[in-house]
């Protein structure tokens, strides 16, 4: 972070002034209004559906509880492709309209996919699940009384939901606008795929197109401004307020039967985005992948394979070990500066990967030509690269975007462990190190399998970062399902996406577990259904 806002005062010639009047306009106008789009998009259906399958009784609800997670395993760029290839002119609906209808090029109007309006849908149709994830998990945290006591005063279940459980859950709702909106910002195959230019395909541009590393560095800045502005802007809209349960009592929350048109008004609402968001999707990259395997699963396609299983593994070992290590610092000596050291080191996930990769490969290949330099003077064989354009430079930019989901899933296995165990494994003699490997790790195993497997799903899925940093003739199954979509060849991508998001769906399942048994006062999360 500290390199790419150091390059905003590093002079870039005409360069900055020519972006400036020419694409950088369009830049900002494309961002805000994605991130108008993909923010009202993704409150409305992730609030919406959280509170029917928390708190309304109707056919399909126990279903919808998990599966309205699914979007969440399929990468945007994957769904963006697949949407493309339903909805071109030569795709199957329009095929299918022609054919029904007689009608030619010029006889009727269809919605163009490749467009901003195209992009926002896209990116809602699977970063919703951000905000139903965390709003659910509010609604459940929710005690009955205060739905009780609305009651006796008149207020309808709708009424309840807007001046009651929707300002208490306030807070999360936010949060998770706030991640799906970062994850927009961040977001690079979908925009440039349907030609929308953003911040993240500038700086692809500017680097990679025009040379100018200094350039796309201050265009990776003023990402990085409006990313601070987003975060700035959640915490003012908080205020002084402050919400709060105030009763103890966790029994079951009031369900509310639908009846009638709303049973049907309910399933639709919860199996819209599922359908949408997953099912067409990942049905058509079966069906794609059906017909293409045989030619396109071959020894490439197993060794791009390794590569992802590779990187992932590593990223995912590594940021387990650093946030064991922050998380029992924090425990064995909670000072103020290991605390704020921890919480920097978990900002990386509010950073586009597009961003991180521009500020880990100027340092690290200015470390490789300091290198190289002094092998010169002494006389001796130029290393080459040891840092820049290496599986190093890939793995530590991953370990820096996502170390704060291995962080959060640590840090909140460590706290249910009462700190009386640290004290009779130190009357016994054992050292703080000791303590952690004969005593935390083994009660903190699945939660450390679970921070492992959300980072390796992650680190899959990651598009930008890897493109400017893998090394030479190293790619991997994102870059491939990337590489054949630009050439148009969406079929052929169909084996390396849907692998990736056969990948992403036990992180998903794991989640949906989660927020299942999150609700206190409940027996494995399992609510009664008398009424």
Same mark, same amino acid.
């Given at each position: ?19 400036? +009047? ?47 997670? %699914? =979007? ?54 699977? %970063? ?30 709708? /009424? +309840? #939901?807007?001046?009651?459980?929707? =300002? ?30 953003? @911040? ?25 401004? #409006? ?7 959640? /915490? ?7 919400? $709060? $349960? ?15 048109? /709303? ?70 000596? =909670? ?9 920097? *080191? ?67 296995? %460590?706290?249910?462990?009462? =700190? ?19 005593? $935390? ?14 980072? @390796? ?7 930008? *970062? ?28 169909? +084996? ?15 989640? +949906? ?19």
């Amino acid at each position: 972070m500290v390199v790419v806002l150091a390059h905003v005062f590093v002079p870039t010639g005409d360069i900055w002034r020519h972006l400036a +009047s020419t694409v950088l306009p369009a830049y900002v106008a494309n961002s805000i209004w994605l991130m108008l789009g993909v923010g009202t998009g993704t409150l409305v259906i992730g609030v919406g559906t959280a509170w029917l399958v928390t708190m309304c009784r109707f056919p399909g609800r126990r279903l919808f509880e998990w599966a309205l997670l %699914l =979007p969440m395993a399929v990468p945007a760029y994957v769904i963006a492709y697949t949407y493309t290839g339903l909805l071109d002119y030569a795709g199957p609906v329009q095929e299918s309209l022609r054919a029904l209808t007689g009608w030619g090029r010029n006889d009727y109007w269809f919605p163009e996919v490749r467009s901003l309006g195209g992009a926002i849908a896209m990116l809602t149709l699977v %970063l919703y699940p951000y905000v139903y994830l965390l709003s659910r998990a509010a609604f459940l945290e929710q005690s009955v009384c205060v739905f009780e006591v609305a009651r006796t005063l008149g207020r309808s279940p709708m /009424r +309840s #939901f807007l001046s009651i459980a929707l =300002p208490l859950a306030r807070p999360a709702i936010a949060t998770g606008v706030a991640l799906a909106l970062m994850e927009t910002l961040n977001d690079f195959g979908t925009v440039q795929y349907f030609a929308v230019d953003t @911040f993240t395909t500038g700086i692809f541009r500017t680097w990679y197109g025009l040379g100018e590393a200094a350039a796309a560095a201050q265009l990776a800045a003023v990402l990085m401004l #409006f990313i601070f502005a987003l975060v700035l802007v959640e /915490r003012l809209s908080r205020g002084g307020g402050r919400v $709060h $349960h105030t009763s103890p009592r966790y029994r079951q929350l009031p369900g509310y039967r639908l009846a009638g048109g /709303r049973r049907g008004l309910a399933f639709l609402a919860c199996a819209a985005p599922v359908t949408l968001g997953f099912l067409i999707p990942g049905g058509m990259l079966a069906y794609w992948a059906g017909l293409t395997a045989p030619e396109m699963v071959d020894a490439d396609f197993l060794a791009l394979a390794l590569n992802s299983f590779i990187l992932a593994a590593l990223a995912a070992a590594l940021a387990v070990a650093i946030a064991v290590t922050i998380a029992y610092g924090q425990r064995t000596h =909670p000072t103020r500066l290991t605390i704020g050291a921890a919480r920097v *080191a978990a900002m990386g996930y509010a950073v586009p990967g597009a961003v991180i990769a521009v500020g880990v490969l100027i340092p690290f290949a200015w470390a490789d030509g300091v290198i190289n330099d002094a092998a010169r003077r002494l006389g001796s064989a130029e290393p080459g690269l040891i840092l820049s354009g290496t599986i190093a430079a890939v793995t530590f930019a991953y370990i820096v975007r996502f170390l704060a989901v291995s962080l959060n899933t640590v840090e909140a296995s %460590l706290a249910k462990i009462t =700190p009386h165990m640290d004290d009779a494994a130190r009357t016994l003699g054992l050292r703080p190190g000791q303590t952690l490997f004969r005593v $935390h790790l083994p009660i903190m195993g699945g939660s450390l399998l679970t921070a492992g497997l959300l980072v @390796f799903v992650d680190v899959m899925k990651e598009l930008p *970062a890897t493109l400017i940093l893998r090394p030479f003739n190293f790619d991997t199954l994102a870059i491939r399902t990337y590489q054949l979509a630009s050439d148009e060849r969406l079929a052929d991508s169909s +084996s390396a996406a849907l692998a990736i998001v056969l990948v992403g769906i036990v992180p998903v399942i794991l989640l +949906s577990l989660a927020i299942a048994r999150s609700r206190p006062g409940t027996a494995a999360g399992r609510e009664d259904e008398r009424p």
